[in-house]
DNA sequence: CTAAATTGTAACATATATATTACATTATTC
DNA sequence: GAATAATGTAATATATATGTTACAATTTAG
């Protein structure tokens, strides 16, 4: 699971740390999904768009069989 | 957790069970989420999106507060 | 270069998404 | 309006996302 959430966030100037704490999840959590071994919840995807005003299609949207 | 997986189901002429097929979950995982009852995860919301020719922003993005 | 901050990752525990089975309810077709 | 299809929903089981704790590795700041 590609993402760019380690871009959109460092675009918004937060560290692994904070955005977990913005967010309420752990730091791990944020490294794992960055990383793509996470497969997140919508909630937490929803969360994340929200703390680095960003939408879902932006963050996390991937092409069919791309 | 509301969506538009619903509309964008019939819109596409599909049942619940033929978009579980489709997608390869089970019907009463289709059902649940579009009750709102579910939280789904990334993929599915993905593999949704691909069944009915959307984007997950048409699908699932909710305004912040909203 | 060294100390501190940031990030990666592992083991285990917990919460929850999803499957399975089954039955009830609602909508559709004849 | 009866038969059939489609959908709602409940109980239990399983898989997996996430938390917790801890430590290693890497990056950044002084």
């Not at 100037?13 to 913005?22: F, G, H, R």
């Not at 768009?49 to 879902?56: E, F, H, S, W």
Request: net charge positive; aromatic share 6%.
């Amino acid at each position: 699971m590609d993402n760019k959430v380690k871009i959109s966030r460092i675009h918004v100037n937060l560290t692994q740390q904070e955005l977990a704490e913005k967010i309420g999840v752990t730091r791990q959590t944020i490294s794992l999904i960055e990383k793509g071994k996470y497969n997140p919840s919508l909630k937490l995807c929803l969360d994340i768009c929200y703390a680095v005003n960003k939408t879902l299609d932006e963050v996390f949207w991937i092409e069919k069989g791309g």
